[in-house]
Nanobody
Framework: QVQLVESGGGSVQAGGSLRLSCATS????????MGWFRQAPGKEREGVAT???????VYADSVKGRFTISKDSAKNTLYLQMNSLKPEDTATYYC????????????????????WGQGTQVTVSS
């Protein structure tokens, strides 16, 4: 079965940096889109960044120039480098994979995501 496990969240001051990791198993890592989504309290989950099987990336306008998505195929691990963090980046961040069928897909760019990790909390204070 598909397993996605996030780590690396924490609390930082505005302007600081964090790197989130997503360890994956149970599927051919490089055959599917991978992505990061986030959800703040009282708000809907929104797409942050995606990387497809060819390495092409898509970013939400709100994080362009600050966040970088990458993957290490040898480790089946997805990363999100978050720099210049702002209080509005505070959210639970979820790793996602496009594998899992069409039910309940959430899109960012051309990829639809239906498999989700448990989330890791990022808190940015001012």
């Amino acid at each position: 079965q598909v397993q996605l496990v996030e780590s690396g969240g924490g609390s930082v001051q505005a302007g600081g940096s964090l790197r989130l990791s997503c360890a994956t198993s149970g599927y051919p890592f490089d055959s599917y889109c991978m992505g990061w989504f986030r959800q703040a309290p009282g708000k809907e989950r929104e797409g942050v960044a995606t990387i497809d099987s060819d390495g092409s990336t898509v970013y939400a306008d709100s994080v362009k120039g600050r966040f970088t998505i990458s993957k290490d195929s040898a480790k089946n691990t997805l990363y999100l480098q978050m720099n210049s963090l702002k209080p509005e980046d505070t959210a639970t961040y979820y790793c996602a994979a496009s594998i899992g069928g069409v039910q309940g897909q959430q899109y960012l760019g051309p990829c639809g995501f239906s498999s989700w990790g448990q989330g890791t909390q990022v808190t940015v204070s001012s």
